[in-house]
């Protein structure tokens, strides 16, 4: 996430639809990854303010903007869509006249932008399904009804499925006990979803293939028998020494979509704290870094950077999970990052740079380890 800020000069921050200080309009440009107060047209489109463009960029806000989604993005003004980039992504909404609903749809879809501002700043496709069925990303949001199956977050085809009752915190506390997990939220959930579509696109037909095979192992195992066997057995005992999580020990797939879950989770923190400036002239806590020996290749032009975000990642957790305790709360990240994980995540970052489209998060100055 990045800081924003008015053109009148106050802070804005991303899911604000109004600056509280002058109270002019306010939404996000997808397209530009930029937040700001907005001048209206005349003819219902509006401009950014402050745009010195000599025909700046017109936009229509989303026709959800009003609604329980309350989307705070823009739609390009030469498009037919009357919805934003975010919301045509969603194919399927809960019921919003049944109690809850409404205010659960806000949650995801908040959630939903956050993750997605996530991808965009990555440089990564995002393409309705509606505009390509074979390649394209859909969401179905649905709520769990007494007499039907139950609803599966999941993934298939490119089609990711949320139940909208995570949004509440008694059913994903609930879940999360049941579970034995250390951390349950809807961005998640997201990230995690997304994974699985994204290997689908960059891994699964590419030349990624054998070394991820190499590296999380062959998913061509039976993914149902590998689940039973999870939920009967167990992890393995020496699962925190070769994943991030005891789940994503349960198959190669799991184990990818845990990884990129917490690749994203990283890069999106560590891009907020270099944004809003979070420093100081040192930090007292010191680790023993992680090296080059992790990396998935030592000669990727992103591998200095790479170890350099990963150890600023390992200090800020620690000063963050310390700053939870003092308040009572739980710790921010309850994960410990082995070598397996980082090599794993170099292989992720390896395989966007790839592709071109992604640049190791900026590191916050005072974080980088000594």
């Known amino acids: 996430m990045k800081a924003f800020r008015c053109t009148c000069g106050q802070p804005l921050f991303f899911d604000n639809s109004r600056c509280l200080a002058c109270g002019a309009e306010v939404a996000f440009d997808p397209f530009e990854q930029r937040l700001n107060a907005l001048v209206a047209a005349g003819d219902g489109t509006w401009t ?116 909208v009752a995570e949004a509440d915190d008694d059913y994903r506390e609930m879940h999360r006990e049941s579970l034995k997990e250390p951390y349950r939220t809807i961005i998640g959930h997201l990230r995690h979803e997304l994974g699985h579509y994204y290997w689908d696109l960059l891994i699964r037909d590419g030349a990624w293939l054998e070394p991820f095979h190499t590296l999380f192992g062959d998913e061509r195992a039976s993914y149902a028998e590998a689940l039973q066997r999870h939920y009967r057995e167990g992890p393995p005992a020496d699962w925190p020494d070769r994943y991030i999580s005891s789940y994503a020990a349960s198959h190669p797939w799991e184990d990818w979509a845990e990884t990129w879950a917490h690749y994203q989770h990283m890069r999106s923190t560590l891009e907020t704290v270099a944004s809003f400036g979070l420093a100081t002239t040192s930090t007292p806590y010191r680790i023993t870094p992680f090296e080059t020996d992790v990396l998935f290749n030592r000669a990727a032009p992103s591998a200095a950077h790479f170890l350099e975000w990963v150890n600023a990642w390992v200090v800020l957790t620690a000063v963050l999970n310390e700053t939870s305790r003092s308040m009572g709360q739980p710790d921010v990240y309850p994960f410990v990052l082995n070598r397996s994980v980082v090599t794993k995540m170099h292989f992720i970052q390896c395989v966007m740079d790839s592709l071109g489209i992604a640049a190791v998060a900026p590191a916050p100055e005072t974080l980088k380890v000594d």
């Open 48 to 163: 950014m303010a402050g745009d010195t463009c000599v025909t700046p960029p017109r936009f229509r806000l989303c026709e959800h903007r009003t609604l329980a989604a309350a989307c705070n993005w823009l739609v390009p003004a030469h498009e037919s869509h009357t919805t934003c980039l975010s919301c045509r992504l969603t194919r399927t909404i809960p019921d919003l006249s049944r109690p809850k609903n409404a205010e659960r749809l806000a949650d995801v879809e908040a959630a939903k932008r956050r993750v997605l501002f996530g991808l965009i700043t990555c440089g990564l496709p995002i393409v309705p399904k509606e505009d390509d069925d074979a390649r394209g990303l859909a969401f179905d949001l649905l709520e769990p009804l007494p007499d039907a199956p139950p609803v599966m977050t999941g993934h298939a085809g490119g089609l990711v499925t949320i139940n």
